[in-house]
Structures are given as C-alpha cells and as structure tokens.
C-alpha cells in the first residue's frame, strides 16, 4: 500500500464548475500538508500548504484536512481554463523536511 | 520572491557519458536543496537531500556514485548522471527551502534529460 493514495484521473470538467480533488493517506504522522499545481513538463508550483486539521482559503482554492480520517481535499471554485493542470498532493512529518507524493491528479477546464 | 531555477531546461545525450544539470535558488539562501526524479505519468520521487557544505542523503535505491550531488554554496546544488543510459531518461526536477527541517520547498522548471 502506497503512504500517499491519489486518484491519477483524468478528471474534465465544464468551466465554471467546482472542482474536488482528494488524496488519503496512511502514515499519522504526517503534519503538513501541501497542494502543488504542475503544468506540463514544469515544475511544481506550491498552491496551499496547512498545518494539521482544518480549513485553509486562498483565493478560489480551499483546502481541507481531516485527519482522523486522514483525508485531505483541494476544492477549485469557478475553474477556468488556465486551472488545467496536474494537482499534486503532499505531505511531511514534523521536524522532518522529506516530502511525500500522491501520483497526481490530470485535470482538463473544458472551455 | 523563492524563484529557483535549473539549467539546462532539456539535454540529449549519448549512452555512456555525464551530464551536469543546475539548480540555483535566485532570490533567496537555500539551507537544503533536493533532487527529485519523475518518470511519465508518475510523481515525483526523492532521490537525495543535500544541505550545503555536506554530503548528500540519498534514498534508499538510489546509487550515489551515479548521481553525484554537490552542494557548493547556499545558491547553488548540482546533480552529475554519470555514465548515463537509456534508463535515465527522465525528467529531474530540484527544490529549495530556505530551512533545515520542515519548511517550504520552491520547485525548479525541471530538466528533461533524454539519453540515447
């Protein structure tokens, strides 16, 4: 069983639309947990980045953590084209900079 | 700010020989960098973890002979493939975080390294 589980997509979806991306995870160790948007044959790019439990808000894009069902949540509202991406998820432990990765989500913003 | 960036951004080379990619953090001091692989379709992978002017961590799996990393200065970490071939083809990917231990990691573009 992989530490970090994400659902690879394809995922499309009519612009405007809320988006919902998920990753579980197993280790409950993890403390922090981060989402990175990864345009083609780029870089990841930081989105969101929490600290244990709770909601995070930042623009259109909320974050979510629950960890007692250690679950964690990126919601995309009113998508646009320009959200077309793959949404990675990550996650560490305290006191430990190791990043660990879900294998991405491939999301298309139909216009 | 928290601009790093990698040179070459793409490179083709022949099986047998050595390739030197950068990654330089631009606008900020980067304690620790990292050096990650990322295969088609797949996430990224933690190769090693350097903290500059020391030896490198690498994850289990990965041979450091192959994969020299140096850690020169607070700006600067470089990844030498040595010996590369056909199953090196990749796409190598460094960050950068400001701090040792949890913090922040600045992603670089990436360089996608072809062998033949």
């Known amino acids: 069983q992989k530490e970090v589980e994400q659902d690879p997509g394809p995922l499309s979806v009519p612009e405007g639309a809320i988006v919902s991306l998920n990753c579980t995870y197993s280790n409950s160790a993890f403390q922090y947990f981060m989402w990175y948007r990864q345009y083609s044959r780029k870089g990841p790019e930081l989105l969101m980045y929490t600290y244990s439990s709770g909601n995070k808000e930042d623009g259109r894009f909320t974050a979510q953590v629950d960890k007692s069902s250690k679950y964690i949540s990126l919601f995309i509202r009113d998508s646009q084209p320009s959200d077309s991406a793959t949404y990675l998820c990550?996650?560490?432990?305290?006191?430990?900079?190791?990043?660990?990765f879900g294998t991405g989500t491939r999301l298309t913003i139909i216009p | 700010g928290a601009v790093v960036s990698q040179h070459p951004s793409w490179v083709i080379c022949k099986s047998g020989t050595s390739v030197k990619i950068e990654c330089r953090s631009l606008?900020?001091?980067?304690?620790?960098m990292f050096w990650y692989r990322q295969f088609p379709k797949q996430s990224l992978m933690l190769m090693a973890t350097s903290n500059e002017g020391s030896k490198a961590t690498y994850e289990q799996g990965v041979e450091k002979d192959k994969f020299l990393i140096n850690h020169a200065s607070l700006t600067l970490s470089t990844l030498t493939v040595t010996s590369a071939h056909p199953e090196d083809s990749s796409f190598y990917i460094c960050?950068?975080?400001?701090?040792?231990?949890?913090?922040?990691?600045?992603f670089g573009p990436g360089t996608r390294l072809t062998v033949l």
């Open positions: 606008d900020f001091q980067a304690t620790t």
């Open positions: 990550a996650m560490s432990q305290a006191g430990n900079e190791k990043l660990t």
């Open positions: 960050s950068a975080a400001r701090r040792v231990g949890t913090d922040t990691q600045y």
